[in-house]
């Protein structure tokens, strides 16, 4: 198992940190990140995302924490393609999809960037997400659509959308996002 240098994003809409180690292992991860909030209120969320075979979800576990509460969540994706979760079980609606993506946070992104090689050749591939919204984690269904737009000498762009939402993201040749616009930005050394 090798190690990814520790990957650091600076919110660029209002203020907010992440940071993520990433311990890859051939065509699955396991990542421990820490995010800091302000909004909706001030937050500390911890998470430790696992994927299986291929860059697919297998597990993320999320605490989050505020002035005065405490909340928690284990998702869990079956091989079978079943999702449960700590408070809700089952989630029939569901049933399917691959990627967990958590609120807020540029790492999520990169299972399927990756599963699809789109940091690296042409294509366009719509998904259903677990997404999980923050600092509430409540677990919702998301259809998102990514599609290559060019390669760069260190990357690649990539098009990101969810219903009305749209965004041109920048990855690294890894597949790790470097920018993400009007969310964050990859802090990197001097």
Same mark, same amino acid.
């Given at each position: 198992?090798?190690?990814?240098?520790?990957?650091?994003?600076?919110?660029? *809409?209002? =203020? #907010?940190?992440?940071?993520?180690?990433? &311990?890859?292992?051939?065509? @699955?991860? !396991?990542? $421990? +990140?820490?995010?800091?909030?302000?909004?909706?209120?001030?937050?500390?969320?911890?998470?430790?995302?696992?994927?299986?075979?291929?860059?697919?979800?297998?597990?993320?576990?999320?605490?989050?924490?505020? *002035?005065? =509460? #405490?909340?928690?969540?284990?998702?869990? &994706?079956?091989?079978?393609? @079943?999702? !449960?979760? $700590? +408070?809700?079980?089952?989630?029939?609606?569901?049933?399917?999809?691959?990627?967990?993506?958590?609120?807020?946070?540029?790492?999520?992104?990169?299972?399927?960037?990756?599963?699809?090689?789109?940091?690296?050749?042409?294509?366009?591939?719509?998904?259903?997400?677990?997404?999980?919204?923050?600092?509430?984690?409540?677990?919702?269904?998301?259809?998102?659509?990514?599609?290559?737009?060019?390669?760069?000498?260190?990357?690649?762009?990539?098009?990101?959308?969810?219903?009305?939402?749209?965004?041109?993201?920048?990855?690294?040749?890894?597949?790790?996002?470097?920018?993400?616009?009007?969310?964050?930005?990859?802090?990197?050394?001097?």
């Amino acid at each position: 198992m090798t190690a990814v240098p520790v990957l650091m994003w600076s919110g660029t *809409d209002e =203020w #907010r940190a992440e940071t993520a180690v990433v &311990r890859a292992d051939g065509d @699955r991860f !396991t990542a $421990t +990140g820490v995010q800091l909030g302000v909004t909706p209120e001030p937050y500390r969320l911890d998470y430790v995302l696992e994927t299986s075979a291929r860059w697919v979800t297998r597990t993320l576990d999320v605490s989050a924490a505020g *002035d005065g =509460w #405490r909340r928690s969540l284990h998702l869990a &994706r079956d091989p079978d393609g @079943r999702w !449960t979760s $700590t +408070g809700d079980g089952d989630l029939p609606a569901l049933t399917g999809a691959e990627d967990c993506d958590l609120g807020l946070s540029p790492l999520t992104n990169t299972m399927p960037i990756l599963r699809h090689r789109l940091h690296a050749e042409s294509g366009a591939v719509e998904f259903t997400m677990a997404w999980v919204s923050v600092p509430d984690l409540g677990v919702h269904v998301s259809v998102q659509r990514y599609e290559h737009l060019r390669t760069t000498p260190s990357g690649a762009g990539i098009r990101f959308s969810s219903g009305e939402f749209t965004a041109d993201l920048v990855v690294d040749a890894a597949g790790f996002v470097l920018d993400y616009p009007d969310l964050a930005r990859r802090v990197t050394g001097p």
